[in-house]
T-cell receptor, first 110, second 114 residues
Framework: RKEVEQDPGPFNVPEGATVAFNCTYS??????FFWYRQDCRKEPKLLMS???SGNEDGRFTAQLNRASQYISLLIRDSKLSDSATYLC???????????FGKGTRLHILP | GAGVSQTPSNKVTEKGKYVELRCDPI?????LYWYRQSLGQGPEFLIY????????DSGLPNDRFFAVRPEGSVSTLKIQRTERGDSAVYLC????????????FGPGTRLTVL
């Protein structure tokens, strides 16, 4: 099993719809989790951290399920500008190993 | 405030040559990371510095790759005897502590080995 796995997509979603995708991780010792957004030919940008209690930032909601070892990202009322690749990041703080998933491509359709 | 900067933004070199890629992290960030990213892939971890020391270099693909951070700020990634397979975008990121709070990336250096 890969350390961090994501569905590569692409997810083609009409504007205004809700979309969600998951990321699974294999190391149960993982402690920090993040979602990054990467636009084409740009560097990744931190979107949000993922906390055990879940967190929400505007239209974006991130959740962590430790028992099943996955994190999720939900985007409500999607905008054309949400089109990007979303990268899942897992950090095992004990050894500072940070692993990126390969990303999920999202296309919001007008 | 200034973010992470990387130079050069693009580097084209010939097979067998030596290249140096530079990263200036955000001021005050003690942790610095190097990644490389190929088209359609997520960033691949290369090496991580905490201060001046390489805390984890397990991602360096072979001994042609080396990185330094002599004063705990600027870092240089050095690639000897470049090969065509080294062509990728090399990303640098920094964070206040070891990944806690997330990392902030520079714009990357696009390396092309002909």
């Amino acid at each position: 099993r890969k350390e961090v796995e994501q569905d590569p997509g692409p997810f083609n979603v009409p504007e205004g719809a809700t979309v969600a995708f998951n990321c699974t991780y294999s190391n149960s010792a993982s402690q920090s989790f993040f979602w990054y957004r990467q636009d084409c030919r740009k560097e990744p940008k931190l979107l949000m951290s993922v906390y055990s209690s879940g967190n929400e930032d505007g239209r974006f909601t991130a959740q962590l399920n430790r028992a099943s070892q996955y994190i999720s990202l939900l985007i409500r009322d999607s905008k054309l500008s949400d089109s990007a690749t979303y990268l899942c990041v897992v950090n095992t703080n004990r050894d500072d190993k940070i692993i990126f998933g390969k990303g999920t491509r999202l296309h919001i359709l007008p | 405030g200034a973010g992470v900067s990387q130079t050069p933004s693009n580097k084209v070199t010939e097979k067998g040559k030596y290249v140096e890629l530079r990263c200036d992290p955000i001021s005050g960030h003690t942790a610095l990371y190097w990644y490389r990213q190929s088209l359609g892939q997520g960033p691949e971890f290369l090496i991580y510095f905490q201060g001046t020391g390489a805390a984890d270099d397990s991602g360096l693909p072979n001994d042609r790759f080396f990185a330094v951070r002599p004063e705990g700020s600027v870092s240089t990634l050095k690639i000897q005897r470049t090969e065509r397979g080294d062509s990728a975008v090399y990303l640098c990121a920094s964070s206040q502590q070891s990944g806690i709070g997330g990392q902030f990336f520079g714009p990357g250096t696009r390396l092309t080995v002909l």
